[in-house]
């Protein structure tokens, strides 16, 4: 654009940085600049519909719990302590609720700035550069980004409807021998599939056999809509081959940033010194907040809120994809989770047909930032967490005419790059 | 101890883990795990004198406004933005308070998690393995660190009474090509050193003329109790080669983790990158509070406040040294900031002598971990800013006499390692 234009880039950043500022555009990490409402859209003040971010919806954040928590907070007697340093592991309050009711014994707990710097803590503290990562594919750009920013190679395994595929596992742990497997058992994004308890069985058994360090992701595990529970890699555990990574942040306040790291006392302790030296430790008074918001039944209670409002969006958009996604298209059914997925027709890029959804009034991501090898360019992630159940119906509507409209155009003259140019 | 003992690494780390939850010792960052008080002090409810942390006292944290500002941002309308995911940039309003009072017009700002993670983050964006970077020597351990496991190469530069010695700095220059320059121009950490203008003019020179990025670290420039205030680098530069790094933490409420890198937008915008990757935003409920105490000039009132304070502990600190420590030591005189630096005599091992210092009720970090090059051995660092003029004219008496005490005996008595061991 700097170049189109004569500008300078620190110009044309600044002033998408103002876009972003006023609502036009957000900026997704690595991802590039997304328009938030086509200029048409924002003149009418009608509000893009957008399927693009993985995030409670602020209209259900219980702001008067926060509140009330907070003010807890400033009366009480810690307040001096709180706002002084404090230790790499986090604030000790928070630390062994936790410990209690998101850990296992015998393991230990690290606080860390949402789940991106857990992923993150671990690729400093526990690869190599040169040493391989399991990974599934498709998968999380945040997770993928920071393993290749270490050095790693990435193993990308498919991702079927039952999660990731164990024979594809166990032949790459052959090959590869990776350091590290890095799963989300539980509504993986971007597919939202969930492994069965045999898998996890037989994938914890590979592990233990090959020595390699499991990496659970259960950021969304406690969004569970339909079906019961199934236990988690890091409860199934007997040899502490598990670390486990969670967070607030799918539930409520992710501004906050407070996540954490689970696991054996050797990957933890590893891992709060690679804290330790990003950033001493994370905000206290945040930790402060959601430790009573914790402590008093107010997060299980908002959890119930969430999970009731989140389970009629989920059935909303399965319901609209089935109703208006072109014949032929693959669609996910998740049974918690914010995110599902969508396979078109080969004949569809979802990255080219983007500008055409945004300009209709639609947002999503398309299918190859989650990919490890170029894939998935006919795929598109649908994020409905944040969405009325009337505007998911409605998103999807239009987005499924627009695939449609594009696969009933004679081949040359669907806009797209030409197969040539794909990298 | 795990093997004295015959225990479990991990159950000894738990035990460390108690002690400090419990106060009875201090683990820092890299250099292990410091008794705060010897038992018998303890069991006399007579705290340890800790001159061993450069951080401001609880004790002058002006709660009341804090809390009055934090009541306002849960009143405030823009309470669910500030608890839903943000910018890598920062809280936006408190970004833009920054690059008003902090910063200079043309460079942008980015907001960290403290000045640890502003330092993390430029390891990340701006240095590649083998890269050389020039730092103080000696050096503030965080910083040292952080680049080491970047994988750079150290540089250290010695520091005199004008910080650090610029002709030295030409002649590595020249021969080490650094891509960085890390410098405190004003009260060093741990000299207290400051630079005086020519030095700073020479030093911006040197680093135009060669390519070298200049990184300012400005956490103790507003701590100045005596004379007048010297341009920062940062004011000084006309030609764009200047990073600086700032902190709320040395004036209230370290806790937060709120600081801030400014320069370049080529810069900041890597190390927003970095900063995406490695947590992808700071928590916003600090930066919110914390824009409301900088901007209502609570923050400049409070810094008076704790400039009054501090300027009398420094004072009491230097009298303190120059009454008691033995003949022949070197104390500094610096004219702000939280730290001083005590030169003794060669014989004398600052770290063997550590815990027989605390068996007498007082704490110090010794020399030689504030260096990259095994030196400053027989020196120590007194961070005075904690305590109250009272405590530290008694601690200062405490070293002083068992340092004179250790200079009487015969060499061969004296505790501290053989000279053939030293490494």
Request: aromatic share 6%; with cysteine; proline share 7%.
């Amino acid at each position: 654009l700097a170049g189109q234009l004569s500008l300078n880039r620190s110009t044309i950043a600044a002033a998408y940085r103002l876009l972003e500022q006023e609502g036009w555009i957000r900026a997704h990490v690595g991802r590039g600049s997304f328009v938030q409402a086509g200029l048409q859209n924002k003149a009418n003040s009608t509000p893009i519909i957008s399927f693009a971010s993985a995030r409670p919806p602020e209209a259900l954040f219980p702001l008067s719990q926060f509140r009330q928590v907070t003010r807890e907070v400033l009366e009480s007697s810690q307040l001096p302590r709180i706002l002084q340093l404090g230790s790499p592991y986090g604030y000790e309050p928070l630390r062994q609720w936790l410990l209690t009711n998101r850990s296992r014994p015998g393991d230990d707990l690290l606080i860390t700035n949402g789940c991106q710097q857990a992923i993150d803590l671990l690729a400093r503290s526990a690869i190599q550069p040169g040493d391989a990562v399991l990974v599934e594919e498709p998968v999380y750009p945040g997770l993928r980004e920071v393993f290749l920013r270490a050095g790693a190679r990435i193993l990308p395994v498919d991702v079927g409807p039952d999660g990731i595929d164990i024979d594809a596992c166990q032949r790459a742990i052959v090959r590869d021998r990776p350091k590290l497997a890095v799963v989300t058992p539980s509504f993986q994004n971007p597919t939202g599939a969930t492994m069965p308890l045999a898998a996890r069985m037989r994938l914890l058994e590979l592990c233990r056999a090959s020595g390699v360090l499991l990496v659970e992701s259960s950021i969304y595990a406690e969004l569970l809509y339909e079906g019961e529970p199934i236990a988690s890699l890091h409860q199934l555990d007997t040899s502490g081959q598990v670390v486990q990574l969670g967070s607030f942040s799918k539930i409520a306040f992710p501004g906050l940033r407070v996540g954490w790291l689970t696991g054996p006392k050797s990957v933890t302790a590893a891992a709060a010194q690679a804290k330790q030296w990003s950033d001493l430790h994370s905000d206290q008074l945040s930790q402060a907040v959601l430790y009573r918001f914790a402590a008093s039944g107010m997060l299980e209670a908002h959890g119930d809120v969430v999970r009731a409002s989140l389970a009629g969006r989920l059935k909303a958009c399965v319901a609209a994809c089935l109703d208006h996604m072109p014949p032929g298209a693959g669609v996910t059914h998740p049974r918690g989770g914010m995110n599902l997925w969508v396979r078109l027709d080969p004949a569809i890029s979802t990255q080219d047909l983007l500008a055409q959804a945004e300009a209709a009034g639609v947002a999503y991501l398309p299918g190859h930032l989650f990919s490890a090898t170029g894939a998935h360019r006919s795929s598109l992630r649908l994020s409905f967490a944040g969405l009325p159940e009337e505007q998911i119906r409605k998103g999807v509507a239009i987005l499924g005419s627009l695939f449609a409209t594009q696969l009933r155009r004679p081949a040359e003259t669907r806009s797209g790059l030409p197969a040539m140019a794909l990298v």
